[in-house]
């Protein structure tokens, strides 16, 4: 859910349509740009759904506050069948270099 609205000054959300039914393979670490991104735009209180594989990042903000911040709650959702005793759960790797 977003607080503030995005915009080019402040950040936005850069997804690759469609990236969620392919292999990560290929998967620029930093998410340079890729043919077919798309920018995604929110106005303050808009909530945003996409599927966890879908390759995303937030782009840069090009401005220092007030008109540079981007302030949102994030959380997730998980469903499928419960882990039986002694399953592996693979750890959460977070592909975005920092």
Request: charged share 20%; aromatic share 6%.
């Amino acid at each position: 859910m977003h607080i503030d609205g995005t915009s080019p000054a402040n950040g936005f959300l850069r997804v690759l349509p469609g990236s969620h039914k392919m292999s990560t393979d290929g998967m620029p670490e930093a998410f340079e740009k890729v043919p077919g991104e798309v920018a995604l735009y929110c106005d303050a209180g808009d909530v945003l759904l996409h599927h966890c594989d879908l390759w995303h990042a937030a782009a840069r903000a090009t401005e220092d506050p007030p008109g540079g911040v981007r302030r949102h709650l994030r959380g997730s959702w998980h469903t499928g069948p419960q882990p039986a005793p002694g399953d592996v759960i693979e750890p959460f790797n977070k592909n975005a270099a920092r």
